[in-house]
């Protein structure tokens, strides 16, 4: 990401992390490639595409979607499928939730966050750390030679 909202004012992304590449899904490449040959089949100039917006203002493709666009969309799909309020926020936290659930290292979920340091993104998901942990048990008589029967 090279350009960020904060408080509706066009900025640079707050860390440096969050300048990195990211991965991207097969499905999502798939999908953004498909939008970039459609811009270059319209007669869009590839070179030009580089300033273009990922999601540009419906009233003026030079800007950026309104940062409030997709917090109101988000409202109204959530209102039709009767699901309690959620936030676009809330769709980020989901994703660093399911990441780590899966069992991704800290390290990637900051990265893919664009967390200055891990030990943030620690911070903000310790809780479902301490839930996996219960699940990764060790009993030193395993490693015994003959484990000993139960009892």
């Known amino acids: 990401m090279r350009r960020a909202w904060t408080r509706l004012e066009l900025t640079g992304p707050k860390t440096p992390p969050a300048s990195a590449l990211s991965p991207s899904s097969p499905k999502t490449l798939g999908r953004l490639r498909a939008r970039w040959e459609s811009l270059v089949g319209n007669g869009v100039d590839p070179l030009d595409l580089r300033e273009t917006w990922l999601f540009p203002s419906t009233k003026d493709p030079s800007q950026p979607l309104n940062p409030h ?39 990637v979920v900051a990265a893919r966050l664009g967390h200055a340091r891990p030990s943030i993104t620690l911070d903000i998901y310790r809780h479902l750390l301490a839930r996996e942990k219960e699940a990764w048990t060790f009993d030193p008589e395993d490693l015994a030679v003959g484990a000993r029967p139960q009892a």
């Open 69 to 107: 666009s997709l917090a109101h969309a988000l409202r109204k799909i959530v209102v039709r499928v009767d699901l309690p309020p959620i936030r676009p926020h809330d769709l980020r936290h989901t994703f660093a939730s399911m990441l780590l659930a899966e069992g991704a290292p800290p390290e």
